[in-house]
């Protein structure tokens, strides 16, 4: 290096930083030897804190502003000063520059499925991801904690153990909610705060904070979501007896319709309406069940489960006999917002017919004195 460049580095009296890129959360001021000019300007922008490191003790945190390097309580020595060493002070300074602004958008996701015990379907797994934003709260301790002396440290540095620890937090909190699964897509949001909480204590320690904390999917494995599309489709087939008939008709119309089958086409047509025509048989007039066959048993009735919204926490399920001694001890009443499954939203209580019974049993009156 020429005593020219040298020289010129000596007059460079303006510490900035401006960040053209997505994912640094921290750059340190570059200056050969790590010498700090007495009397330099230092501009720190908003959403920037500048930590001022002084022979590898941290010694100052800088909010946003301009200020001069030259009060005499500060850690800084000119390197002009020092002809003895040679323009070599021995008094070394570091300049970090740490990004306060939010990052966002940034992926979460559980690598295993988390067991969670629940009311409806007993023990099951689950598996969920969302995105979070995460920005630095505490330059200091950030710097102390996580970045040490790295001259440029990046957000994916750190965003693997904040993903551990999301992960963690969630598999605790889902275990301990109590919702169940089919009711949780009504409480993403909710379940979004509690975890936001449950994290905040951990990242103090890394000075950093979570504004926001986003579940976008909680899924169940395969085979349990295609037990339930099962279970859906039955329900909206309605009569399995009435449906059978109606598909073995369809069937019949579409093997007439294709002449390209022939005989075999004509053969399952007439088997179809032989067995269509046996199975009428056995029926009665107007296809009801002749007098000897005994009638099937009518199935069990579906007994309902109710949760209760109140200050906007949800507790349940509580069944119907639950429901009826909260009303006598005056915890459910007329106006509490209650939901089953199947209902279609939140509603009062005495709205719900089979609840509005509840509250009309009343005492006979007294007899005459």
């Known amino acids: 290096m020429g005593i020219f460049d040298f020289l010129s580095g000596q007059f460079i009296d303006v510490i900035h930083w401006t960040d053209d890129t997505r994912d640094t959360m921290v750059w340190r001021f570059e200056r050969q030897g790590h010498e700090i000019k007495y009397g330099a300007k230092l501009t720190v922008r908003e959403g920037q804190a500048a930590v001022f490191v002084h022979e590898g003790q941290l010694a100052d945190v800088f909010t946003p502003g301009l200020y001069m390097l030259e009060t005499n309580n500060m850690p800084i020595m000119t390197t002009l000063q020092h002809w003895d060493h040679g323009f070599r002070s021995p008094f070394k300074s570091e300049i970090y520059?740490?990004?306060?602004?939010?990052?966002?958008?940034?992926?979460?996701?559980?690598?295993?499925?988390?067991?969670?015990?629940?009311?409806?379907?007993?023990?099951?797994?689950l598996r969920a991801f969302g995105t979070y934003t995460v920005k630095v709260a505490d330059a200091a301790v950030f710097m102390r904690e996580i970045v040490g002396t790295d001259g440029e440290f990046t957000m994916d540095e750190v965003s693997y153990q904040i993903r551990n620890i999301i992960v963690q937090e969630f598999s605790r909190v889902i275990a301990a909610s109590g919702i169940p699964v089919l009711d949780m897509a009504a409480n993403t949001a909710d379940l979004g705060k509690l975890i936001a909480s449950a994290i905040d204590p951990t990242?103090?320690?890394?000075?950093?904070?979570?504004?926001?904390?986003?579940?976008?999917?909680?899924?169940?494995?395969?085979?349990?979501?295609e037990a339930l599309d099962k279970r859906t489709s039955m329900g909206l087939a309605g009569d399995l007896g009435k449906f059978t008939q109606y598909s073995a008709a369809e069937a019949m119309t579409k093997a007439a319709d294709n002449p390209a089958g022939g005989g075999m086409a004509a053969g399952l047509g007439a088997g179809m309406g032989m067995a269509m025509a046996g199975q009428m048989m056995n029926q009665g007039p107007w296809g009801t069940a002749p007098a000897h066959a005994a009638p099937p048993p009518p199935p069990p009735p579906v007994e309902h489960v109710w949760h209760i919204a109140k200050d906007g926490n949800v507790t349940g399920p509580y069944s119907k006999a639950a429901?009826?001694?909260?009303?006598?001890?005056?915890?459910?009443?007329?106006?509490?917002?209650?939901?089953?499954?199947?209902?279609?939203?939140?509603?009062?209580?005495?709205?719900?017919?089979?609840l509005a019974q509840l509250f009309t049993v009343m005492p006979p009156p007294p007899p005459p004195a």
């Open 323 to 354: 429901l009826g001694r909260m009303v006598t001890e005056g915890a459910l009443t007329r106006e509490s917002m209650v939901w089953t499954q199947g209902q279609d939203g939140w509603m009062k209580a005495e709205d719900v017919m089979e």
């Open 97 to 125: 520059f740490v990004n306060t602004t939010r990052f966002s958008n940034l992926k979460w996701g559980t690598k295993n499925p988390i067991m969670v015990r629940d009311p409806e379907f007993g023990p099951t797994r």
């Open 203 to 225: 990242m103090k320690q890394y000075g950093l904070t979570i504004p926001e904390l986003y579940i976008e999917n909680i899924s169940l494995p395969r085979a349990v979501e």
